[in-house]
């Protein structure tokens, strides 16, 4: 608005209730300090108008996304054909989540986000982008481990590799990823997950990170699960037993200082 | 207690009258000149602004600083002078 001074002091009173400004009556004496207020008002308004925020765009893109899950069928021939199933269901959870794995493989959008590789298969960019790989398969474990990523890999990643990456496996339903967002701040983690095979049996919010040795196992299983959920529980008995184990071995050791005493 | 100057004491002890402009806590020499250039030349004009801006201590102390350049402090004092003096004799 230009010319605040050829306005009328009525105009100026709407002005000022427009911007929410406090005010009193309109006069002589008051005029210029209300027209300087405005003139603050309106130039700050603006810079907030104009500022775009990278984020909005992040989640519009997300709601496109999110119509991808039902389209997607478990195109992954390797990996357990559950997987593909279990995946989309847990669609709808993705989309809440910023979502991101709406494409089981084919995300398309991800490529603004920080995003990975839509490629459900064949993401050779995998290894560069510290996103989240879609490729399913193709890429060699490596890449995954450097990016720390989600790689989506569907069935056929190593384990180990699940793990590391302080996975998103199982964010793709559950959300849970705070953990991968130390250091990657991806957004578009939860669509990282996608590997289908794994979203379904990870519903877990915590992250395997157990052991990456552990991983090992093939997902090979046709539950879906890249790592068969006995296993896990298996792994997670062993680790307590032995940490059980350690603790008692430590109490043993304090006994000994009573008996200097004598 | 308050950390109210011997100028406040004495004007919110009593009506201000005609006390000039300078009488105000917070308002000095120099200030109380740029003010009176702009037409303010008693206490109670000064009054009758800060009524007309509602009392409001925001709009006061813009006011103030845009009229006579007043500092952060000289803006409250006066303020607060003022605001006392209100809730005794208005």
Redesign the interface.
Known sequence: MAALSNKSDQEIKDLLDEYGI????V?D??R??YE??LKEAMAKAKVTVTKPSPDRTFYREDQEEVTYVTCQTPVRSEGPSGDGKPYMRSRPEYSERDRVDDKPYSRPEYSERNRVDDKPYSRPEYSEIDRVDDKPYSRSKLEYRERDRVDDKPYSRSKPEYRERDRVDDKLYSRSRPEYSSGRQYIDEPHVYNTPSSSSSYSKPTPVMKSGGVVKKENTTSSGRLIPLWIQFLVFLIVAGFLYFIFTNMESAESSPFNKIQ | MSSTSQKHKEFVAEPMGEKPVNALAGIGEVLGKRLEEKGFDKAYVVLG?FL???K?E??FR??LK?TCGANVKQQGDCYGCLREWCDSFL
């Open positions: 406090k005010h009193g009556p006069v004496t008051t210029p300090l300087k207020k | 602004q007309v801006l509602k409001d925001e709009l813009d006011w845009d």
